[in-house]
Structures are given as C-alpha cells and as structure tokens.
Antibody, heavy 118, light 110 residues
C-alpha cells in the first residue's frame, strides 16, 4: 500500500524557518518525481515545487524561489522542504505527492499545517 | 489569480450532469496533459482524471475528461451528494517550468 506521511509543520514567527519531511512507503521511491503542494485557508491549491528521481532537477513557483529548497534522500525514502524567511502568506497545509508520468499527482499525504504568525 | 481559469462554482440536482471548464494557454494546457483532482472538505486531493481523459482504477465512469486546444473539461454524470467537493484542474507549464492548478470549482449538489 502506497503511503506518504508528512511531518514538521507548526507555528513559526515571520522570518523563521521550518523543515517539512515526507516519509514514503509502498513503492520504489527512486522511480518517481515528487511534488509539494500547499492549500492556504480559504484559497485554492498551489503547486510549490518538484524534484526529479535523483534530486538533480528541481523547480519552484516564483513566490518561494530562493526561500524554499526541495530535496530528497532515496536511501531513507524521504522528501523534504526546507522553508526559510517564512511569511504570513506561506501559512497553509502542505501536502507531498507522488508524481507519475505526465505530471499527475497520483498519491498524496494527509498534509501538515504550517502557520506563520507572531 | 490563477493562470488556469475555472468557474468558482457550479451546481446541479442529484442524478443530473455537470461540466467544469479549465481554460489556459498554449504553454500549459495546449501542450501538456491535464489532470483533474477532487478535494473533499478537510482531506487531501484525489486524482480523478489524468492524461486528459484517463481514469485511475477505482474512479467510476461517471467522471470523464476531455481536452480541446487550450481548454479542458471535467464531466460528472449521475450526480450524488457525495460528489460535493472542490475540483481542480492541473497541468505543467512548459514556458515557466512549473506545475499549476486552476483556482478550483466548488460543486454543490442541490
């Protein structure tokens, strides 16, 4: 059974940092691209970043470029999102998703809540 | 403001049919596959349609997808109250090299 479990969310002050993790099981992690997606309160889904199978190719939405870093450890079956210089507008539930061919996000975690507030 | 444009809301009676549109451009929908996602309140999104018109195993054939040019459409027939959710289209943008979602459409089954 495919499972993705996010962790690391919480309350952080503006300008602070957090590192999200996504532990996966039930599939060969190194065979898939992975994506982070967020859902801010009262808003729609926002694609945040993705990473290729070996971690060498990464893409970011403009609003997080230079502040967030996506990475993965295939030996640990884990995906990460390092978030620095956090802003109030980064407040959201963050989901990790397995990304199959054609960029479809076919399996999702349950999400972890990040709240940026003083 | 999303690059992919969806109607904010649609509604129909149980048993009826509804369609949800997603409009983009040549750099995204026009040259990439489209997926559709359903998000029930308080849950993670679930893929309903991928590669424009394919259904993952377990998704009933009441859900269908199509694409023409720079627009895509999700169709749902035989509406059930359990279909009330937010629906999102998603694709890749080859010019921006980013993924993207539409703004989402809230479906109400009256």
């Amino acid at each position: 059974e495919v499972q993705l479990v996010e962790s690391g969310g919480g309350l952080v002050q503006p300008g602070g940092s957090l590192r999200l993790s996504c532990a996966v099981s039930g599939f060969t992690f190194s065979d898939y691209w992975m994506t982070w997606v967020r859902h801010a309160p009262g808003k729609g889904l926002e694609w945040v970043a993705n990473v290729d199978r070996d971690g060498s190719e990464k893409h970011y939405v403009d609003s997080v470029e230079g502040r967030f870093t996506i990475s993965r450890d295939n030996a640990k079956n884990s995906l990460y999102l390092q978030m620095n210089s956090l802003r109030a507008e980064d407040t959201a539930v963050y989901f990790c998703a397995r990304t199959g061919g054609s960029n479809k996000c076919d399996f999702w975690g349950q999400g972890t809540l990040v709240t940026v507030s003083s | 403001q999303s690059v992919l444009t969806q109607p904010p809301s649609v509604s129909a009676a149980p048993g009826q049919k509804v369609t949800i549109s997603c409009s983009g451009s040549s750099s995204n929908i026009g040259n990439n596959y489209v997926a559709w996602y359903q998000q029930l309140p308080g849950t993670a999104p679930k893929v309903l349609i991928y590669e424009n018109n394919k259904r993952p195993s377990g998704i009933p054939d009441r859900f269908s997808g199509s694409k023409s040019g720079t627009s895509a459409t999700l169709g749902i027939t035989g509406l059930q109250t359990g279909d009330e959710a937010d629906y999102y289209c998603g694709t890749w943008d080859s010019s921006l090299s980013v993924g993207m979602f539409g703004g989402g459409t809230k479906l109400t089954v009256l």
